[in-house]
């Protein structure tokens, strides 16, 4: 499968590979420009980043793109293929006043074991820091917002990442091949999930998200994330992976080739089956899992579970007070605002996405149906508390 994939995309990039934005010329060693306002200096095994914006954006591993100036690679593999990185470079320090780091910028500096990033840093770039096999750990600064597709990928002795809750968009394939890596903590939330915006070249590419990881011991996907990532946890080993409420689709083969102990799905009404693929492969295949699917009672996982002989483990529900289904303790837009998406997916013959729990405190006119009548009596309710109100729930609708 990966090497059908990366044929399709060889044969895509003879159209594609025109697009490609030029980049500076290759400079000497030394010192240099690296971005409008920036420049570079490397001595000894430190290499500098100061000034103030953006840094350029550099290719290596794309045909005929720019290798970054204090790259020392320029070897041509097949088809005009260099090979980007410094592999003398141990030390990148980049200084306040930065706010990006290019694409590719750091690909392939294997030696490095020491980043050091400003508050000033708004992104990272596409394979910023790709195969950089001498990270063990990295910290991302909390002034970060965006993270490129495969930023850190190949990064095989990386043990740890944390990325700060202020990332709202990461990109596919960011920890593929970082076989060591034990540990990565994903922000809280995320709004936009990108690939590649140019076509990536090699025939040992890692596939997915977190593809090609073996010590992962416990991966979190983070809330905002609706579709896992094709083939997300390709060939990898995990101890457990928890899909987050809101995900509402996991049939793109995510757990594809994968030895995952415990699957824990969140949301009571995620896809684990499509047509032509589902969770765990493709359609009409047996599912050689001996592990454990969790989810709530009622749910399509205990449906997927039932059907395919699946051990699985039901998750503990807390009682929900009437008109109160997020458990917040109070009755308000939010409690409306999840009662409406609940009957959107009802109303595309879909599961509502609500724990039994969740599902009898949504019901507030209790006709055993969720929709817009109740998230109007919420709403209601929520104004009427709101200018002092201090009847209950119950009272209010004059129970």
């Known amino acids: 499968m990966k090497h059908r994939a990366l044929a399709a995309l060889t044969a895509f990039s003879l159209l594609t590979v025109g697009l490609l934005p030029a980049g500076p010329a290759v400079q000497a060693a030394g010192s240099g420009t690296c971005g409008e306002h920036l420049t570079w200096t490397l001595e000894g095994d430190t290499l500098t980043i100061e000034g103030t914006g953006a840094m350029y954006d550099y290719h290596g591993s794309a045909p005929e793109g720019e290798l970054a100036p204090w790259s020392t690679g320029g070897q041509v593999i097949g088809w005009n293929i260099q090979t980007p990185g410094n592999r003398d470079i141990r030390r990148i320090v980049v200084g306040e006043g930065v706010t990006s780091i290019g694409d590719a910028a750091f690909d392939g500096c294997g030696s490095l074991t020491q980043v050091s990033l400003p508050q000033s840093l708004h992104s990272i770039g596409q394979l910023a820091f790709s195969d950089c096999t001498g990270l063990t750990g990295f910290t991302v600064p909390d002034s970060v917002t965006s993270i490129g597709a495969g930023a850190f990928r190949g990064c095989t002795h990386l043990k740890q990442a944390v990325l700060p809750d202020s990332v709202t968009s990461i990109g596919n394939q960011l920890f593929g091949g970082c076989t060591e890596l034990e540990e990565v903590r994903f922000p809280a939330r995320i709004t936009a999930f990108t690939d590649f ?29 609706t579709r896992t990532p094709e083939c997300c946890f390709w060939e990898s080993t995990v101890g457990e992976v928890v899909l987050p409420a809101g995900m509402l689709d996991a049939t793109n083969e995510p757990f594809l080739y994968c ?18 693929s589902h969770a765990f492969g493709f359609a009409g295949d047996d599912i050689q899992w001996e592990g454990t699917l969790r989810g709530y009672a009622g749910s399509t996982a205990q449906a997927y579970a039932e059907k395919y002989d699946l051990h699985f483990e039901a998750l503990a529900e807390s009682e929900r007070a009437l008109g109160d289904p997020d458990g917040s303790g109070r009755i308000n837009a939010n409690d409306a ?63």
């Not at 990536?200 to 905002?224: H, M, N, Q, W």
């Not at 030895?259 to 032509?276: A, F, K, M, Q």
């Not at 149906?369 to 004059?398: H, M, P, Q």
């Open 197 to 225: 915006d140019y076509v990536i070249y090699g025939d040992d590419a890692p596939v997915g998200f977190l593809g090609d990881c073996y010590s992962l011991t416990r991966v979190e996907l983070p809330v905002g994330m």
């Open 337 to 399: 605002a999840m009662v409406l998406r609940a009957a959107a997916r009802v109303g595309a013959k879909r599961h509502c996405g609500l724990t039994g729990a969740q599902q009898t405190a949504a019901d507030v006119d209790r006709n055993t149906r969720i929709n817009a009548n109740d998230a109007a009596l919420i709403l209601r309710y929520a104004a009427y508390v709101g200018a002092k109100g201090t009847k209950t729930l119950d009272e209010f609708l004059g129970r």
């Open 259 to 276: 030895v995952v102990d415990t699957v824990t799905v969140l949301d009571p009404g995620c896809r684990l089956e499509g047509t032509y």
